[in-house]
């Protein structure tokens, strides 16, 4: 036991001196121990032999060092155990510094950046990385003999000892300057600096990086991005972009022109802080939404409200882009204006609506059964309705022209809110020359606003405030070359502008209407042909001459009952015979002749040249001569 004691103690005092410590209070703690024990011994055994108090004495010695001793050795080996955990976790310790200066020292010499370490106090350089002073075309030597004074050399543009109290106070942003490398060549860097303290110990780290190209980069992006800039204003769609909250971000001049709002007052805001109506602004909402859910590209038709033409039809084409990890940031997006498109389309639906029903009138008009109607007033008031319903006119009329075509007077006046009309207006030619004089030139007058039209302008007092009547469409009507009339159509309320096919259409309507007096009037002139025909043959067949027609090659193509009694037989048919005698115009002589009963006997023949059905033909006058004769 003592010699393991000894030993634990040899070992504890080699290593420790905190043990020594230890077994000197012990050593005294027992001395004072044994001193009270052979005192309080002879307070209670005052009268104990002398054999007996040693016996005692060595008894208790003996026991008091055993268990002493068993003290001592737990606490020895607590404190060596105390001893080998510290040991173990100082060991760790020092790996662990030993590590993390070798990563320290990895990353201070593969750095990116040029670092230098100097020492405050002394200015001396403490430490740098294989970059710094290689950048700068020193070497390792070299640079170890560098302190801040001659470092400040290279960095003129810079104080660093200015810098040195600014970063006392605060840490500053980074400078771009210029580096002077040992060639003289200057470089541009990204210069900083900082300073930390270990252990009373002030020390300034330098790092700088090259940014010669980093600053070409930089003046590349600036111009891309001020190209593209130009690109965009040049562009004369509405172009603009929002991050994923849905607000704007940029706009191009077209958007901020388009919209009417200045870019302070969109940049920055949501489509519900641009004074957009709710409902719109809403649908602008969920379809980004809708995009952002789904990214990609996307289209649809929308309106939008600018502040300077109204609410517009537009065509939205959109599209998400990604940051520099791929995330989705936000959208860009394209207007196209679609309101004229749309107004086109509308008007273009309308015009061809227009022609269809123009068509189906006129298809209607070209039935045979229409144009050869026997009354020709209803089939005028048919057309002028059909244009006024087809072509939505309030006023249509069809004027004519007296036989002196001094005179214009309205013979027929349709309008839509009061169905047809007895009007007794007459235009004199000589009041109103410009329209007239037109008129004559013109296949049509198409004044939009007639009462600043110098072609109609003259109406206006007399017949179109009146009226109420704003546009005019005037097309003449023509029968064999000479103007009899006019199809008036009158617009009343907002100006009009007629249509080429709304002009086409009337003026075919005034064709009908030329044809349909044209037919008119040949069947008034074959109607008085007939009637003087049939006049003529009952003229022929009651008088007692023979009257015979032949054509120029002496054909009879006409002849009555009494030419057939006196030049005839019961065998011969009179008409389509030939004259057997001359012909000529005023001829006069005598032939014989044979009649039906036949008897012979002298007739009197007189010729007279005359039209036929519009051919040169001779007639024949034949008188039986007298007996007393």
């Known amino acids: 036991m003592p010699k393991r004691i000894l030993s634990k103690i040899f070992l504890v005092l080699g290593y420790r001196k905190e043990y020594f410590h230890i077994l000197i209070k012990v050593f005294f703690a027992l001395i004072f121990i044994m001193i009270a024990f052979e005192w309080t011994k002879d307070i209670i055994f005052p009268n104990i032999k002398l054999f007996w108090s040693h016996f005692i004495t060595v008894i208790f010695t003996a026991v008091n060092g055993t268990i002493i001793s068993y003290l001592v050795l737990a606490n020895l080996d607590y404190l060596n155990f105390r001893i080998k955990r510290k040991y173990e976790s100082s060991k760790k310790l020092e790996d662990a510094l030993r590590d993390s200066e070798e990563r320290y020292k990895l990353i201070f010499n593969n750095s990116v950046e040029c670092l230098v370490i100097f020492d405050i106090e002394t200015g001396k350089i403490v430490d740098f990385n294989t970059l710094s002073h290689e950048s700068l075309s020193f070497t390792v030597n070299e640079f170890l003999e560098f302190n801040i004074e001659k470092f400040q050399k290279l960095v003129p543009s810079l104080q660093i000892n200015q810098l040195i109290d600014k970063n006392n106070n605060s840490k500053q942003p980074p400078i771009q300057t210029e580096i002077i490398t040992k060639t003289g060549i200057k470089r541009n860097i990204i210069f900083k600096s900082s300073i930390f303290n270990i252990r009373d110990n002030s020390f300034l780290i330098i790092i700088w990086r090259d940014a010669t190209e980093a600053i070409q980069d930089h003046k590349n992006l600036i111009e891309t991005n001020k190209m593209l800039s130009t690109l965009l204003d040049t562009l004369p769609l509405p172009v603009f972009y929002k ?130 109607c026997e009354n020709q007033a209803d089939a005028f008031k048919n057309i002028i309705e059909t244009i006024s319903r087809v072509l939505d006119i309030e006023r249509v009329g069809i004027w004519i022209f007296n036989e002196s075509s001094s005179l214009l007077y309205c013979a027929h006046m349709f309008t839509r809110k009061e169905g047809w009309q007895t009007v007794k207006h007459e235009l004199s030619v000589n009041s109103f020359c410009a329209y007239f004089n037109a008129i004559k030139k013109e296949r049509v007058i198409a004044a939009d606003d007639a009462r600043t039209d110098p072609r109609t302008k003259d109406f206006t007092e007399a017949y179109l405030i009146p009226n109420n009547i704003v546009s005019m469409m005037d097309v003449p009507i023509f029968l064999k070359d000479k103007n009899v009339g006019i199809i008036c159509n009158e617009h009343v309320g907002k100006l009009r502008k007629w249509t080429h096919e709304e002009q086409n259409f009337v003026m075919s309507a005034a064709n009908l209407v030329s044809m349909i007096m044209e037919i008119s009037k040949r069947r008034i002139t074959e109607k008085e042909l007939e009637n003087a025909k049939n006049d003529f043959e009952t003229l022929t067949e009651n008088i007692e001459e023979g009257i015979i027609v032949c054509d120029q090659s002496a054909k009879i193509i006409y002849t009555n009952t009494c030419a057939e009694n006196y030049i005839g037989s019961p065998d011969f048919i009179l008409l389509g015979s030939h004259f057997k005698h001359n012909l000529g115009d005023n001829l006069k002589y005598q032939i014989s002749i044979t009649d039906r009963n036949a008897k012979r006997t002298k007739a009197n023949v007189q010729i007279k040249q005359i039209l036929w059905k519009e051919k040169t033909a001779f007639l024949v006058a034949i008188s039986p001569v007298s007996p007393s004769k």
């Open 243 to 372: 991050d994923k909250e849905g607000k704007y971000i940029g706009c191009n001049k077209s958007f901020i022109d388009f919209l009417g709002i200045s870019k302070e007052k969109i940049i920055g805001k949501s489509v519900f802080e641009l004074g957009i109506p709710q409902d719109i602004a809403k649908k602008y909402f969920e379809k980004d939404n809708e995009l952002f859910n789904n990214p990609g590209k996307q289209e649809y038709k929308w309106k939008i409200k600018t502040q300077n033409s109204g609410i517009r039809d537009v065509i939205f084409y959109k599209s998400t882009f990604t940051d520099f990890y791929g995330r989705i940031s936000g959208l860009i997006g394209i207007i196209v204006d679609i309101t004229e498109q749309n107004a086109i389309q509308e008007k273009n639906d309308k015009i061809r609506h227009s022609i269809i029903k123009q068509n189906r009138a006129l298809f209607k008009w070209m039935n045979p059964e229409f144009i050869y």
